[in-house]
């Protein structure tokens, strides 16, 4: 086991930091494993308690720990990546060989307001399917889908169970919409109580909030409101230098 450098100037709390990771990603610390108690981390590699509470705070702000008040503080699993591309929950989890599954919350036919009615490029008061649903992954609840979609393009839509269902690929198979292009607007927010309960997370923790338009053939065919557990996903995307002008 690698052991701290005195004399780095490396701080020793971020070189016990990248110890623990190295535990955690060889799998010498599997997920759900506990960590070696603060006493222990103290006596194993010459450090104050200050010191190895820092490290273990930023892996637990990382979201690679977690703490259990009692028991001591376990390794987490790891997060899921947000995809950032047009795809159904079920297709993203089954890629990720995870079992995707969905109850329904709340099925009905609603008049669009205005803002709905702008957002949806249809005219205020026409009729649109609104579907919320809990999305699960392996069991573990992961989001809420807000789904609005104007009867217009999918009459019936309300009469089919989206139980562990694909949504997108209902309206394929059924209505011959193939999204091929939208807008995704990402926020940070506080989960609502109602949300909270049905997320199984703390009342007044973080969520990712995404606001999607997804569009057939230049019409928009769905504007979708998710609420993401932001324990269990993170953000990752490419980043590229800009153009230099000569």
Same mark, same amino acid.
């Given at each position: ?20 990771l ?26 104050? %308690?200050?010191?190895?509470?820092q ?37 993203d989890?089954?890629? %990720? ?8 919350? +709340?099925?009905?036919v ?40 104007p009867?217009?393009?999918?009459? +019936?839509? +309300? ?14 198979? %059924? ?16 989960? +609502? ?54």
């Open positions: 086991m690698a052991q701290i450098d005195p004399d780095s100037p490396v701080p020793k709390y971020f070189q016990l930091r990248e110890i623990l190295d535990l955690i990603e060889s799998n010498e610390l599997p997920i759900g494993a506990a960590i070696p108690s603060e006493r222990e981390l103290c006596q194993r590699f010459g450090l104050s %308690r200050m010191t190895v509470r490290a273990v705070d930023h892996l637990v702000s990382e979201g690679r720990l977690h703490r259990v008040p009692g028991k001591g503080t376990f390794v987490a699993r790891p997060k899921i990546e947000l995809a950032l591309q047009l795809t159904s929950f079920s297709d989890m089954r890629a %990720r060989g995870m079992e995707p599954g969905s109850r329904d919350l +709340d099925r009905r609603v008049r669009a307001s205005a803002h709905l009615a702008r957002e949806l490029g249809i005219p205020p008061g026409d009729s649109v399917h609104f579907i919320e649903r809990l999305r699960t992954a392996d069991g573990e609840p992961l989001s809420i889908e807000r789904a609005h979609i009867v217009a393009l999918a009459p +019936d839509l +309300d009469s089919y169970d989206l139980s562990g269902r694909s949504l997108y690929a209902l309206l394929e198979s %059924r209505y011959g919409l193939v999204l091929d292009a939208g807008e995704l607007t990402i926020d940070g927010g506080i989960a +609502d109580p109602g949300d909270a309960d049905l997320l199984k997370m703390p009342r007044g923790g973080a969520v990712l909030l995404l606001q999607r338009r997804s569009y057939v053939d230049g019409v928009c065919a769905e504007l979708g409101v998710s609420t993401y557990r932001a324990d269990r996903y993170q953000l990752r995307t490419l980043l590229e230098s800009p153009t230099r002008r000569p």
